[in-house]
Protein backbone atom coordinates (compact mmCIF):
# COMPACT_ATOMS: atom_id res chain seq x y z
CA UNK A 1 0.00 0.00 0.00
CA UNK A 2 1.10 3.91 -0.06
CA UNK A 3 2.07 3.42 -3.85
CA UNK A 4 2.70 7.31 -5.33
CA UNK A 5 3.22 7.54 -8.87
CA UNK A 6 5.02 10.48 -11.03
CA UNK A 7 4.50 11.07 -14.78
CA UNK A 8 6.49 11.57 -16.69
CA UNK A 9 9.67 9.79 -15.79
CA UNK A 10 11.59 11.94 -17.70
CA UNK A 11 11.32 14.82 -20.00
CA UNK A 12 13.15 16.51 -22.68
CA UNK A 13 12.48 19.63 -23.68
CA UNK A 14 13.33 23.19 -25.31
CA UNK A 15 14.09 26.32 -22.97
CA UNK A 16 11.10 28.75 -22.72
CA UNK A 17 8.61 25.65 -22.96
CA UNK A 18 6.57 25.02 -20.09
CA UNK A 19 6.32 21.30 -18.28
CA UNK A 20 3.71 19.50 -16.16
CA UNK A 21 4.72 17.02 -13.84
CA UNK A 22 2.00 14.63 -12.35
CA UNK A 23 1.66 12.92 -9.13
CA UNK A 24 -0.60 10.54 -7.53
CA UNK A 25 -1.40 8.81 -4.60
CA UNK A 26 -2.75 5.57 -6.08
CA UNK A 27 -3.93 3.95 -3.24
CA UNK A 28 -4.74 6.59 -0.23
CA UNK A 29 -5.77 10.29 -0.30
CA UNK A 30 -3.13 12.45 0.34
CA UNK A 31 -4.32 15.34 2.43
CA UNK A 32 -0.50 16.67 2.00
CA UNK A 33 1.91 16.38 -1.16
CA UNK A 34 5.63 17.86 -1.24
CA UNK A 35 7.59 18.51 -4.42
CA UNK A 36 10.97 17.99 -4.21
CA UNK A 37 14.35 18.86 -6.33
CA UNK A 38 17.00 16.95 -5.95
CA UNK A 39 20.20 17.73 -8.04
CA UNK A 40 23.26 15.02 -8.59
CA UNK A 41 24.93 13.20 -5.59
CA UNK A 42 22.75 15.78 -3.19
CA UNK A 43 20.30 15.49 -0.82
CA UNK A 44 16.46 16.52 -1.43
CA UNK A 45 15.52 20.99 -1.52
CA UNK A 46 12.14 20.80 -0.26
CA UNK A 47 10.52 22.85 -3.20
CA UNK A 48 6.75 23.83 -1.85
CA UNK A 49 3.69 21.55 0.07
CA UNK A 50 0.66 21.44 -1.49
CA UNK A 51 -2.67 20.61 0.41
CA UNK A 52 -5.79 19.63 -1.44
CA UNK A 53 -7.89 22.75 -1.88
CA UNK A 54 -5.84 25.13 -1.32
CA UNK A 55 -2.65 27.20 -2.34
CA UNK A 56 0.37 25.70 -1.95
CA UNK A 57 3.15 26.98 0.52
CA UNK A 58 6.85 27.28 -0.78
CA UNK A 59 10.06 27.49 0.50
CA UNK A 60 12.35 30.28 0.59
CA UNK A 61 13.74 31.56 -2.38
CA UNK A 62 11.57 29.50 -4.69
CA UNK A 63 9.85 31.20 -7.36
CA UNK A 64 6.21 30.63 -6.77
CA UNK A 65 5.10 31.93 -10.61
CA UNK A 66 7.92 29.94 -11.90
CA UNK A 67 7.01 26.82 -10.58
CA UNK A 68 3.28 26.15 -10.20
CA UNK A 69 1.54 23.88 -8.09
CA UNK A 70 -1.38 22.40 -8.43
CA UNK A 71 -3.39 19.93 -5.85
CA UNK A 72 -6.61 19.73 -7.27
CA UNK A 73 -7.62 16.57 -6.08
CA UNK A 74 -6.47 14.15 -2.79
CA UNK A 75 -5.12 11.75 -5.40
CA UNK A 76 -3.39 14.04 -7.53
CA UNK A 77 -0.89 17.19 -7.80
CA UNK A 78 0.58 18.85 -10.47
CA UNK A 79 4.10 20.79 -10.65
CA UNK A 80 4.59 22.91 -14.05
CA UNK A 81 7.69 24.60 -14.41
CA UNK A 82 7.07 27.56 -16.63
CA UNK A 83 9.16 28.70 -19.03
CA UNK A 84 12.03 26.28 -18.48
CA UNK A 85 15.59 27.13 -18.77
CA UNK A 86 18.56 24.71 -18.48
CA UNK A 87 18.92 25.56 -14.77
CA UNK A 88 16.05 23.96 -14.64
CA UNK A 89 16.84 20.56 -15.46
CA UNK A 90 16.73 18.06 -12.39
CA UNK A 91 15.11 15.49 -10.68
CA UNK A 92 11.96 16.20 -9.21
CA UNK A 93 10.25 14.20 -6.98
CA UNK A 94 6.87 14.12 -5.09
CA UNK A 95 5.68 12.82 -1.91
CA UNK A 96 2.56 12.69 0.21
CA UNK A 97 1.21 11.99 3.07
CA UNK A 98 -2.04 10.51 4.71
CA UNK A 99 -2.17 13.26 7.17
CA UNK A 100 -0.63 16.02 8.46
CA UNK A 101 2.41 16.16 11.34
CA UNK A 102 4.66 13.87 11.64
CA UNK A 103 3.56 11.38 9.41
CA UNK A 104 5.84 9.14 7.13
CA UNK A 105 6.28 10.63 3.59
CA UNK A 106 5.40 8.47 0.55
CA UNK A 107 7.54 9.10 -2.39
CA UNK A 108 7.31 8.93 -5.82
CA UNK A 109 10.25 7.34 -8.47
CA UNK A 110 10.87 10.95 -9.53
CA UNK A 111 10.70 12.72 -12.87
CA UNK A 112 13.74 13.57 -14.56
CA UNK A 113 13.81 17.13 -16.52
CA UNK A 114 16.84 18.39 -19.32
CA UNK A 115 15.98 21.50 -20.52
CA UNK A 116 18.36 22.12 -23.75
CA UNK B 1 15.72 25.18 13.43
CA UNK B 2 16.04 21.46 12.98
CA UNK B 3 18.86 19.55 11.20
CA UNK B 4 20.04 16.40 10.69
CA UNK B 5 23.86 15.61 10.40
CA UNK B 6 24.86 12.37 8.27
CA UNK B 7 28.91 10.83 8.20
CA UNK B 8 30.34 11.62 4.68
CA UNK B 9 30.64 9.11 2.25
CA UNK B 10 30.97 7.48 0.36
CA UNK B 11 31.14 4.10 2.24
CA UNK B 12 32.45 0.94 0.49
CA UNK B 13 32.45 -2.33 1.88
CA UNK B 14 32.84 -6.09 1.14
CA UNK B 15 29.72 -7.90 0.94
CA UNK B 16 29.09 -9.67 4.40
CA UNK B 17 30.68 -6.84 6.62
CA UNK B 18 28.73 -5.14 9.29
CA UNK B 19 27.68 -1.71 8.40
CA UNK B 20 27.03 1.38 10.39
CA UNK B 21 26.02 5.17 8.96
CA UNK B 22 25.85 8.04 11.60
CA UNK B 23 23.42 10.20 12.10
CA UNK B 24 22.60 13.01 14.36
CA UNK B 25 19.63 15.41 14.75
CA UNK B 26 19.15 19.16 16.50
CA UNK B 27 15.25 19.52 16.86
CA UNK B 28 13.66 21.35 19.49
CA UNK B 29 10.79 19.16 19.58
CA UNK B 30 10.16 15.64 19.92
CA UNK B 31 11.01 14.41 16.12
CA UNK B 32 10.26 11.31 14.01
CA UNK B 33 13.05 10.21 12.74
CA UNK B 34 13.18 8.17 9.69
CA UNK B 35 15.66 6.25 7.22
CA UNK B 36 15.13 6.55 3.76
CA UNK B 37 17.27 4.80 1.03
CA UNK B 38 17.17 5.64 -3.15
CA UNK B 39 18.81 3.41 -5.46
CA UNK B 40 19.96 4.28 -8.46
CA UNK B 41 17.49 6.84 -11.04
CA UNK B 42 14.82 6.35 -8.68
CA UNK B 43 12.88 7.89 -5.88
CA UNK B 44 13.20 6.95 -1.78
CA UNK B 45 11.96 4.44 -0.50
CA UNK B 46 11.26 4.51 3.33
CA UNK B 47 13.54 1.73 5.13
CA UNK B 48 12.74 2.61 8.79
CA UNK B 49 11.19 4.32 11.25
CA UNK B 50 11.04 5.72 15.45
CA UNK B 51 8.77 8.16 16.58
CA UNK B 52 9.71 8.48 20.14
CA UNK B 53 13.08 7.96 22.40
CA UNK B 54 14.32 4.27 22.41
CA UNK B 55 12.19 3.24 19.44
CA UNK B 56 14.20 0.94 17.28
CA UNK B 57 13.38 0.97 13.73
CA UNK B 58 14.16 -2.14 11.22
CA UNK B 59 13.39 -3.27 8.59
CA UNK B 60 15.36 -6.12 5.89
CA UNK B 61 18.44 -6.80 8.65
CA UNK B 62 18.92 -2.23 8.98
CA UNK B 63 18.11 -1.22 12.41
CA UNK B 64 18.66 2.36 13.80
CA UNK B 65 17.29 3.25 17.18
CA UNK B 66 16.26 6.47 18.39
CA UNK B 67 18.36 7.58 21.06
CA UNK B 68 17.14 10.78 22.85
CA UNK B 69 20.82 11.71 25.14
CA UNK B 70 22.39 11.61 22.33
CA UNK B 71 20.48 12.62 19.55
CA UNK B 72 21.04 9.99 17.11
CA UNK B 73 19.71 7.51 14.34
CA UNK B 74 22.77 5.44 13.44
CA UNK B 75 21.81 2.79 10.87
CA UNK B 76 23.51 -0.53 11.46
CA UNK B 77 23.53 -4.29 9.50
CA UNK B 78 24.99 -7.09 10.19
CA UNK B 79 25.93 -8.05 7.15
CA UNK B 80 25.25 -5.84 3.88
CA UNK B 81 24.88 -7.50 0.23
CA UNK B 82 25.81 -6.40 -2.69
CA UNK B 83 22.33 -5.21 -3.43
CA UNK B 84 22.38 -2.45 -0.93
CA UNK B 85 24.01 -0.42 -2.21
CA UNK B 86 22.29 2.60 -2.52
CA UNK B 87 22.30 6.34 -0.98
CA UNK B 88 20.52 6.63 2.39
CA UNK B 89 19.19 9.60 4.12
CA UNK B 90 18.51 10.15 7.45
CA UNK B 91 15.66 12.50 8.07
CA UNK B 92 13.33 13.83 10.59
CA UNK B 93 9.83 15.58 10.88
CA UNK B 94 7.78 16.84 14.00
CA UNK B 95 4.44 18.05 14.18
CA UNK B 96 5.66 21.79 14.24
CA UNK B 97 7.13 21.22 10.79
CA UNK B 98 3.66 19.91 9.58
CA UNK B 99 4.96 16.93 8.46
CA UNK B 100 7.80 18.42 6.67
CA UNK B 101 11.23 16.26 6.22
CA UNK B 102 14.02 17.53 7.15
CA UNK B 103 17.22 15.40 4.95
CA UNK B 104 20.54 14.82 5.73
CA UNK B 105 22.94 15.33 3.28
CA UNK B 106 22.74 11.15 2.25
CA UNK B 107 25.54 8.04 2.51
CA UNK B 108 26.47 6.77 -0.59
CA UNK B 109 26.98 3.09 0.37
CA UNK B 110 28.50 0.82 -2.21
CA UNK B 111 29.04 -2.82 -1.19
CA UNK B 112 31.71 -5.45 -3.66
CA UNK B 113 31.41 -8.74 -3.93
Known amino acids: GAVVSQHPSWVICKSGTSVKIECRSL??????MFWYRQFPKQSLMLMATSNEGSKATYEQGVEKDKFLINHASLTLSTLTVTSAHPEDSSFYIC????????????FGPGTRLLVL | GNSVTQMEGPVTLSEEAFLTINCTYT??????LFWYVQYPGEGLQLLLK?????DKGSNKGFEATYRKETTSFHLEKGSVQVSDSAVYFCALSDLRSYGKLTFGQGTILTVHP
Open chain 2, 50 to 54: ATKAD
Open chain 1, 95 to 106: SATLGQGGETQY
Open chain 2, 27 to 32: ATGYPS
Open chain 1, 27 to 32: DFQATT
